[in-house]
């Protein structure tokens, strides 16, 4: 009864959460994203842009394009009758840099407000600013540098560090207006950025710092240099260069003889490619402007700040990645209070000094427990790989790649004892860590692979069996209640863990 009364809860959960609905009319795309409610770990339901590029010409003509006008307003329609479909009835729509700028914006507002039924509320750059600022915050922990957000009408920047707004600024430097202002001639590009930038002083506060690269076509550009490294994560969220790798990957596109030319290119979207050059650009300029340490791209934006806006201080407090683990423990896991339990287990286990950790080791290995059993209705043939790459690949905030490959590898040992057992992925993977990040993960996985073996999911069990260290041996105490529980399989996953360790092992029936 106790697994059904869990799965029950977790459906019940979602059923009290009110969707909310998110349309944004940027200056090159249109797009709905559905949330399923208003949490610090947002979980998008529904995802669907359509590029309409309605900044294509603002700059030259002072207008919106006609036919960027219909396509735009056609896509409202359906997007109107997506949240009808999905009883979304929480609706927030937004319009940024295009509709801001152009004589004919209102106009194109009145015809979408009558569309929508809703009202559609046109952003400012300081608060377009804002609300890029709040997206890393809802994304990163310990935030501290310089954020960009990259459109096709403009550029939002904004100095932040720990969550506190220093300074914001909204400059003409989006995608689309630059290659309207340049009758797409890149060279002559150059000088509009420096010059813009040039006049933003603080832009030096962001040396030896991070730089936070948010919108498609920056993200596209990680795109493209994941390609050209074969990189095995194929996740944007946290993909970090430094200065260095993303100076010469921008620089590719002005030493190539076209586009074309640069490796991986066949791999991005036709509809971002003639943008590409000028973000490119752009990043360029503010590395060498700003000189950053390190480039983080980021998939949060002005949506998920929008959001995060909307959350109590006391939700917005909460730790972006235990909140999803806890959430995601909630709906697919057999208990979250099971989940909770194993923290509290391996906190004896790691309290060894020869394991020390640091506290953002302790909050990996706590998100890790809480992840540990997602993979339990798959094939038991199969969970250990499903796992895997549903964690490695899992809408995570507040995680860097490190860390995402540390949960991932320490769930797959959970279920696999062997290196690969055939799974090229995790091979990859390991090999982007350091090997204490692949012994941690080992231990840990060895650990839930008991842990699991004695709780069997439920809540209750695990709490009764505590580990300890006894000169030189690991100790597993079961009370007599569950004495049956100690078995053959049960013995050698012990001593897996106890070698994994370098301790002799011993199961204690107490009493």
């Keep these: 009864m106790t697994r059904w009364k869990e799965i029950s809860g977790a459906n019940e959960r979602t059923a009290e959460m009110e969707p909310i609905g998110i349309i944004d009319i940027g200056s090159n795309s249109v797009r709905l994203v559905v949330y399923e409610g208003a949490v610090r770990a947002p979980t998008p339901v529904f995802n669907e842009k359509i590029l309409c590029g309605l900044g294509r010409s603002v700059a030259t003509t002072g207008n919106l394009g006609k036919e960027a006008v219909e396509r735009a307003l056609a896509a409202l329609a359906r997007f109107r009758v997506i949240t009808h479909i999905l009883s979304v009835k929480n609706i927030r729509v937004i319009a940024t840099a295009a509709v801001r700028d152009a004589r004919d914006g209102h106009d194109f507002i009145e015809r979408a407000e009558r569309i929508l039924g809703d009202a559609v509320e046109v952003l400012s750059g300081d608060k377009e600013a804002r609300l890029a600022a709040q997206g890393i915050m809802m994304g990163f922990v310990d935030d501290d540098g310089i954020a960009g957000d990259l459109g096709g009408g403009s550029l ?123 973000g490119a650009l752009v990043l360029e300029r503010l590395i060498k402007h700003m000189q950053p340490r390190q480039i983080v791209f980021s998939v949060f934006g002005i949506r998920e700040g929008l959001i995060y806006g909307l959350l109590p201080p006391h939700e917005q407090a909460r730790d972006p990645l235990m909140s999803f683990c806890e959430d995601y423990a909630a709906l697919r896991s057999r208990s979250v209070e099971c989940a909770w339990e194993l923290c509290r287990w391996t906190d004896l286990l790691f309290g060894d000094p020869a394991l ?82 692949q012994r941690r993960a080992r231990i840990l996985g060895a650990a839930l692979r008991v842990a699991h073996m004695l709780s069997i999911g439920q809540a209750g069990i695990i709490d009764q069996t505590p580990l300890a260290y006894e000169n030189g041996t690991l100790v597993l105490t079961i009370p007599p209640a569950y004495a049956a529980l100690y078995g053959e399989r049960l013995r050698r996953r012990f001593d897996v863990l106890a070698d994994l360790l370098g301790k002799k092992a011993k199961i204690r029936i107490s009493g």
Excluded at 181 to 210: F, H, M, P, V, Y
Excluded at 374 to 380: D, I, L, N
Excluded at 413 to 435: A, M, P
């Design 356 to 437: 020390e950790e640091t506290p953002a080791e302790r909050r990996l290995r706590h998100a890790a427990c809480l992840l540990s059993d997602v993979g339990w209705r798959a094939h038991p043939d199969y969970r250990g790989e499903q796992s895997l790459n549903t964690v490695a690949h899992a809408g995570l905030g507040g995680v860097d790649h490190q860390g995402r490959i540390f949960l991932a590898l320490s769930v797959f040992h959970r279920h696999e004892t062997s290196d690969g057992n055939g799974d090229q992925l995790s091979e990859r993977l390991r090999s982007l860590v350091s090997k204490r990040v």
């Design 156 to 278: 939002e920047l904004v100095d932040l560090a720990r969550d506190r707004l220093n300074e914001a600024a909204s400059l003409p430097l989006g995608g689309l207006r630059l290659i309207d202002t340049t009758g797409n001639k890149i060279e002559r590009a150059i000088d509009i950025i420096d010059g813009t930038l040039e006049s933003l002083k603080w832009l030096t506060n962001g040396q030896g710092r991070t730089f936070y690269a948010v919108g498609g076509t920056w993200r596209s550009l990680a795109k493209l240099h994941m390609d050209q490294i074969r990189y095995p994560l194929r996740v944007m969220q946290g993909y970090t260069l430094s200065a260095r790798e993303a100076l010469d990957l921008c620089e590719q596109f002005r030493k190539a003889k076209k586009p074309s030319d640069i490796p991986g290119m066949a791999g991005i979207a036709r509809a971002r490619r003639e943008l590409l050059p000028f």
